[in-house]
T-cell receptor, first 114, second 111 residues
């Protein structure tokens, strides 16, 4: 299965600033996703990162707040914009080949907004 | 809508015990089910992937079973060790691309 390198692993940011999280996959994958995990909660899908086009966002998430890029089949970024303390969470990227394969996750980015 | 439930929410056992974690899902039309491990503040590590045509998968001390018709899966951990302490999540595909996760079982194995 694919291996995903995600960075940064953690960051402490000032409110009002933005942070970009990167994920690099060691092989070409069909699908890439971004998840948020709030403290004590399970994972919530933010968006599907589409190669060469705009991401598909889930209800409650918007492009202005969470812009996503996916320039090729191995790389994607998520930006958390104009951060507030409520954005403090773990952010995870995920990748999947075809539907017969499972999902692989990055090591997560632990974000604290102060 | 797919709902995934995991019980128990937390489990504490002495080292060496065999244990079973449970996962149930409401929509049995799945093509696979995946078990993950998550250490505090970290990402998810895939443990086992069971295709819908399979009944179980084994990896070392881990064995996962799948009963699609009843909407259940179990993760069996043999001879538990303190290093097994983590949160265990099960997940099923939903709406083609999304995954639905259970809330997880937080396992503590005491030396």
């Amino acid at each position: 299965s694919a291996v995903i390198s995600q960075k940064p692993s953690r960051d402490i940011c000032q409110r009002g600033t933005s942070l970009t999280i990167q994920c690099q996959v060691d092989s070409q994958v069909t699908m890439m996703f971004w998840y948020r995990q709030q403290p004590g909660q399970s994972l919530t899908l933010i968006a599907t990162a589409n190669q060469g086009s705009e991401a598909t966002y889930e209800s409650g998430f918007v492009i202005d707040k969470f812009p996503i890029s996916r320039p090729n089949l191995t790389f994607s970024t998520l930006t958390v914009s104009n951060m507030s303390p409520e954005d403090s969470s773990i952010y995870l990227c995920s990748a999947r080949g075809n539907s017969n394969y499972g999902y692989t996750f990055g090591s997560g980015t632990r974000l604290t907004v102060v | 809508k797919q709902e995934v439930t995991q019980i128990p929410a937390a489990l504490s056992v002495p080292e060496g015990e065999n244990l079973v974690l449970n996962c149930s899902f409401t929509d049995s039309a799945i093509y696979n089910l995946q078990w993950f491990r998550q250490d505090p503040g970290k990402g998810l590590t895939s443990l086992l992937l069971i295709q819908s045509s399979q009944r179980e998968q084994t990896s070392g001390r881990l064995n996962a079973s799948l009963d699609k018709s009843s909407g259940r899966s179990t993760l069996y951990i043999a001879a538990s060790q303190p290093g097994d302490s983590a949160t265990y999540l099960c997940a099923v595909p939903y709406n083609n691309n999304d995954m639905r996760f259970g809330a997880g079982t937080r396992l503590t194995v005491k030396p």
